[in-house]
């Protein structure tokens, strides 16, 4: 048993099993006939791009090597779709990072030098306002008594 999906801009794919599972994960809607499918194609959002192209890349790879469940070489979906599901949840990140416009940080030390110096700059702001403020005669509490 499998289920027919259409999406915009890609070609109509027969799921079965794991790569069935994370379509409809990923909030895609499967019918049970190709005909079906092709008149009412997903939508897909740049969010969702990079998983399906992980999904579609595995299926491709699963009717290559004639894996796809009920197929003769049928095995462990879920080995095979693990690397493809790591490649998509990297897609999937650094899509969201550019969307937002957030740097991309290539280990944990540039999170931290970088966080330092929003709190150093922070802290450097707040000192600045203070001493502008107590210039014009205004009091400023200070956060921790002297």
Known sequence: ????????????INLAGIQEKYAVAIGFHG?????????????????QKPWLN????D??????????PGGPN?????????????????DAANAATSALGLPKFSNTRDFVVRAMKVII??????VGISSLMKSEGIDV????PV
Request: aromatic share 10%; hydrophobic share 50%.
């Open 54 to 57: 992980a999904v579609e890349a």
């Open 74 to 90: 049928a095995g462990n979906p879920i080995g095979a779709t693990g690397a493809a599901a790591s490649t998509a949840a990297s």
């Open 59 to 68: 299926y491709k790879l699963a009717l290559a090597e004639h894996a796809q």
């Open 1 to 12: 048993m499998s289920t027919w999906f259409a999406f915009k801009g890609y070609d109509t």
């Open 141 to 144: 509490p200070k956060v921790v």
């Open 31 to 47: 019918y049970a006939t190709e005909a079906q499918a092709n008149q009412q194609p997903n939508s897909v959002s740049f969010l």
């Open 121 to 126: 700059g922070a802290a450097l702001i707040i």
